[in-house]
Every structure is written in C-alpha cells, then in structure tokens.
C-alpha cells in the first residue's frame, strides 16, 4: 500500500463548478499537508500549506484535513480554465522528514 | 518571494555523456535542496537531499556516482548526471527549503528535461 494515494484522473468539470480534490494516507505520523499545483511541463507551485486538522481558506481554494479519517482535501470554488493542471497532495511528519507526494490528479476546467 | 530557477530547461545529449543541471534560489537562502525525478503520470519521486557544504543523503535506489550533487553555496545546487544513458531520460526537477516560513513547505524549480539519445 503506498503511503499516499491519489485518484489520478482525469477529472473534467464545467467552468464555474466546485472541484473535490483529495488524497488518503496511512501514516498517522504526518502532520504538514500541502497542495501543489503543476502545469504542463512545468515544476510544482505550493498552493495551500496545513499544519495538523482543520481548514484553511485562500481565495478560491479551500484545504481540509481530517486527521481521523486520514483524508485530506482541496476544493476550488467557481473553477476556470486556467485551474487546469496536475493538483498534487504531498504531506510530512516534519522535523525535516522527507516530504511524500501523491501521483496527482489531472483537472480540466472546460470552457 | 520564493523563486527557484534551474538551468537548462531542456536538454539532448548522446549516450555517455554528462549533463549539469544547475538550481538556483534567486531571492533566498536555501540550507537544503532536493532533487526529484519525474517521469511520465508519475509522481515526483525524490533522488537526494542536499545541504549547503556537506554530502547529498541519496535515497534507496538512486545511485551517488551516477547523480553527482553538489551543494556548494546557500544559492545553487548542481545534479551532475554522469555516463547518461537513455533510460535516464526524465524531467528533474529541484527544490528548496526557504530558511522563512514553514520548514515542510519546498520552492520548486521550473525542472529541466533530459533526452538522452
């Protein structure tokens, strides 16, 4: 079982609707989660940053963390085209321990 | 804040040659680097940690003589691909650890595709 699992996609939604990104995983010990964002032939972008449970709120995007569950999420209100990209979860148990991405999950926003 | 540049963007080379990637953090001090591999709908999959005037901690698998990584300032790391071969071929990519802000968070590089022929 990997530690961190990401449905790939592809994932194609309409502009203007509400996208559900998430991730599960198995180690309790991660306590940092972040999403990245990467276009196309490109590095990833930090989007989102959480420490532990909670939500955390940026403009369109929301993350959630729900340590219980070990789920986490990332929601993006009235998505754009420009939304369009590979949305990587990635999250550590800090103390400088290396950091575990997911696969990614291909997003397109149609026009 | 917070860019990352890696040089070259993308680059061909013959079997058997080497191939520098430089990574730069152009407005901040970077103790510690990464290196990933990427290959097609994969995910990244980190090669080797770097901190500023020591050795690169390589993950399982990876091999150092192969991956040469230098650290030599708190602004650049280099991968030194050596010997390349075709089943090299791969997007690097490289990140940094920003000495402000949360320690967990990593500054990616805009990653550098090697095609080896």
């Known amino acids: 079982q990997k530690e961190v699992e990401q449905d790939p996609g592809p994932l194609s939604v309409p502009e203007g609707a509400i996208v559900s990104l998430n991730c599960t995983y198995s180690n309790s010990a991660f306590q940092y989660f972040m999403w990245y964002r990467q276009y196309s032939r490109k590095g990833p972008e930090l989007l989102m940053y959480t420490y532990s449970s909670g939500n955390k709120e940026d403009g369109r995007f929301t993350a959630q963390v729900d340590k219980s569950s070990k789920y986490i999420s990332l929601f993006i209100r009235d998505s754009q085209p420009s939304d369009s990209a590979t949305y990587l979860c990635a999250m550590s148990g800090g103390g400088y321990q290396k950091v575990t991405f997911g696969t990614g999950t291909k997003l397109q926003v149609i026009p | 804040g917070a860019v990352v540049s890696q040089h070259p963007s993308w680059v061909i080379c013959k079997s058997g040659t080497s191939v520098k990637i430089e990574c730069r953090s152009l407005?901040?001090?970077?103790?510690?680097m990464f290196w990933y591999r990427q290959f097609p709908k994969q995910s990244l999959m980190l090669m080797a940690t770097?901190?500023?005037?020591?050795?690169?901690?390589?993950e399982q698998g990876v091999e150092k003589d192969k991956f040469l990584i230098n650290h030599a300032s708190l602004t650049l790391s280099t991968l030194t691909v050596t010997s390349a071969h075709p089943e090299d071929s791969s997007f690097y990519i490289c990140s940094a650890r920003a000495e402000q802000g949360p320690d967990e968070t990593q500054y990616f590089g805009p990653g550098t595709r090697l095609l080896v022929l």
């Open positions: 770097s901190n500023e005037g020591s050795k690169a901690t390589y």
């Open positions: 407005d901040f001090q970077a103790t510690t």
